[in-house]
């Protein structure tokens, strides 16, 4: 069990009131999140579909997406257990953009973010055994005009492929090409830390 962030002096960590609190997410990143979070947490993936129904904007689709991975938990899930989910889309002229599928498609997203301004929606699920609930946090990002050399460079290098919108703003070329944003970072890397932990803090207290 991960037991947060250790340094040579000491292991700080929160009160979890009993809790175990299982990250239902595969993402390098959430993970990294919540070790800085320095909470007591496992983490645990259950195989879901990330379809959804048509029709729905970047927030609904990301919601629906989190209640799919919670619901995946609801006949296994026990007393004093958390289950977080969450979901990270790209949303670009009224379009969804998820991860791309291969390198063509990664370019084609690239592209169509040249210049332009997006948004970053992250819904993020609380699963108990009695109870569900929800946030989500926006964020917008312009890039400036990105070249077919230097977005060619950048899927070489294979990071766009497991990243909603094809880049990571942590990545180098997203340091180089992110002319501003508006809202909190750590949502566009795919986690709306503070926000999250203010949630776990809320529910632990409750609890």
Known sequence: MAIGHLDSKKIVMIDTNGFEIILASGSPRRKAFFEEMELPFRVQVLPVKENFPSG????GIA??????KAEAFLEIIKEKQLVITADTVVWHQDKFIGKPQNK????????SLSNSTHEVITAVGFL???????????????FGPLTNTEIDAYIKTGS????????GIQDPFGMRNVTF???????????????????????????
């Open 104 to 111: 063509e498609k990664a370019k084609k997203m690239l592209r």
């Open 56 to 59: 729905l904007d970047g927030i």
């Open 63 to 68: 919601q629906h997406i989190v209640r799919k």
């Open 128 to 142: 108990q055994n009695t109870n569900w609930e929800t946030l989500h946090e926006v964020s917008k990002v312009c």
């Open 181 to 207: 944003i508006k809202g909190s970072y750590s949502n566009i890397v795919g986690l709306p830390v503070p926000q999250v932990l203010k949630k776990i803090q809320e529910i632990i207290s409750k609890n």
């Open 160 to 167: 766009p492929l497991d990243k909603a919108g094809a880049y």
